[in-house]
Nanobody, 121 residues
Framework: VQLQASGGGLVQAGGSLRLSCAVS????????ISWFRQGPGKDREFVVA????????WYANSVKGRFTISRDNAKNTVYLQMNSLKSDDTAAYYC???????????????WGLGTLVTVSS
């Protein structure tokens, strides 16, 4: 499984960004996808998860109401729409995948490289 995150960049506080995670690899069923992030000097933390068909989602309290995860399985892509960004959202964002669990909030099986989001205040 290969995961490629993109869409990071520099944005002012209060602004928006949309991250994408392109998923490739062969499987008989879809992947659960999650986003994690690691800010400067911080541990990596869970942000949001979506199950394989997009019906179920789970958000960290810190992003609930501001971030929205969605997926387009026809394009093998998961999106993270981030609105009302704060300086605390500055981090490298990683997408991750798993095929054995419904919603993955810890220890996913597969990791992609990160995309950097910087929010200026």
């Amino acid at each position: 499984v290969q995961l490629q995150a993109s869409g990071g960049g520099l944005v002012q506080a209060g602004g928006s960004l949309r991250l994408s995670c392109a998923v490739s690899g062969r499987t008989r069923r879809g992947y659960a996808i999650s986003w994690f992030r690691q800010g400067p000097g911080k541990d990596r933390e869970f942000v949001v998860a979506i199950n394989w068909d997009g019906v179920s989602t789970w958000y960290a309290n810190s992003v609930k109401g501001r971030f929205t995860i969605s997926r387009d399985n026809a394009k093998n892509t998961v999106y993270l729409q981030m609105n009302s960004l704060k300086s605390d959202d500055t981090a490298a964002y990683y997408c991750a995948a798993d095929i054995n669990r419904e919603l993955v909030t810890t220890r996913p099986t597969y990791w992609g490289l990160g995309t950097l989001v910087t929010v200026s205040s």
